[in-house]
C-alpha cells in the first residue's frame, strides 16, 4: 500500500483519471501514439546526388533545421504541430510535433525520385495530412523552381556527346569554337546544359557537348573528360 500510495503522490492528475475510468468500469491502455503517414514522391531529371543537394537548398530557404545522414538521407528537427495534445497528452507534458524524413533514390543515370515521409507523434491518424511536405511545405513545387532557376549540373555524361572541361578563362562562346568551329553553337550548348549566357558554365565541371555539334565527333579533344 505504501509504493502505490507513493505513485499516486507523484502522479496525482494520472491517478485521479485512471481512478475515474476505473470506477465507471472501463480500461485504458497507452498506446503507441508515434506514426507515419502515406509517403510522398517526386520524380526529378537529375542524379540522386543533385536532387538531394536542391532539397536540402529548399529546406533551407524555407528555415527548415536537418540532419543529413548517409545515403542521401536527411531527418528534419522536431516541429510542434498547431494541434492540442490530447487528453493523456496533456497530462504528461507532451506536445503534438512533427518531422520529414527525407530519402533520394536514383531511377536511372541522370533521373532519381525524393520520397518524403512525415512523422508524427500524439497527431491523430485523421491530421496528418496537414503535415504532408507537399501541405505544410509546398516541397516539389519549390524543387522544381529552384531547379529551373539554378539547374545543377550533372556529373555523368549524357549520351551521344562529350563532356567538355572550360579552359581557363574560356566562356561557352569560346567553347564552341574549339569543339564545333562555330561560337555560334554556344546557344545549344548552353541550351543543354540548363545555362543562359556565354559566362554561366565558369562554375560547372564539365559542359556537354551534342554528336551533331561536334567538328570532328569521333575525336576526344584535349580539355575533354
Known amino acids: 500500500m505504501r509504493a502505490g500510495w507513493t505513485v499516486f503522490r507523484q502522479f496525482p492528475k494520472i491517478a485521479i483519471v485512471l481512478s475515474m475510468l476505473l470506477l465507471a468500469g472501463c480500461s485504458y491502455a497507452v498506446s503507441d501514439t508515434t506514426g507515419a503517414a502515406v509517403g510522398e514522391q517526386h520524380d526529378l531529371p537529375y542524379t540522386a546526388h543533385d536532387s538531394f543537394l536542391l532539397t536540402q537548398d529548399v529546406l533551407r530557404g524555407e528555415g527548415v533545421l536537418f540532419e543529413v545522414k548517409p545515403d542521401d538521407h536527411l531527418i ?3 516541429k510542434d504541430a498547431d494541434v492540442g495534445a490530447g487528453a493523456l497528452g496533456s497530462l504528461v507534458g507532451k506536445h503534438p510535433q512533427y518531422r520529414y524524413e527525407i530519402e533520394v533514390v536514383p531511377l536511372t543515370g541522370r533521373s532519381s525520385r525524393v520520397v518524403v515521409n512525415v512523422r508524427v507523434e500524439d497527431i491523430p491518424d485523421e491530421d496528418i ?18 531547379a529551373a532557376q539554378y539547374p545543377p549540373s550533372e556529373g555523368t555524361p549524357k549520351e551521344g556527346g562529350v563532356n567538355y572541361a572550360l579552359l581557363p578563362n574560356e566562356d561557352l562562346k569560346g567553347l564552341a569554337k574549339r569543339a564545333t568551329g562555330n561560337e555560334e553553337n554556344w546557344h545549344q550548348i ?13 562554375s560547372l565541371p564539365s559542359i556537354w557537348i551534342r554528336n551533331t555539334l561536334l567538328s570532328a565527333p569521333n575525336r ?4 575533354a573528360n
Not at 496537414?130 to 522544381?144: E, G, P, V, W
Not at 541550351?191 to 558554365?201: E, H, I, R, V
Not at 576526344?220 to 580539355?223: E, I, L
Open 220 to 223: 576526344t579533344p584535349s580539355g
Open 190 to 202: 548552353a541550351q543543354d546544359n540548363g545555362l543562359k549566357s556565354p559566362g554561366d558554365g565558369a
Open 129 to 146: 495530412a496537414k503535415y504532408n511536405a507537399t501541405t505544410r511545405l509546398n516541397l516539389f513545387a519549390k524543387i522544381d523552381q529552384l
Open 76 to 78: 528534419t528537427l522536431w
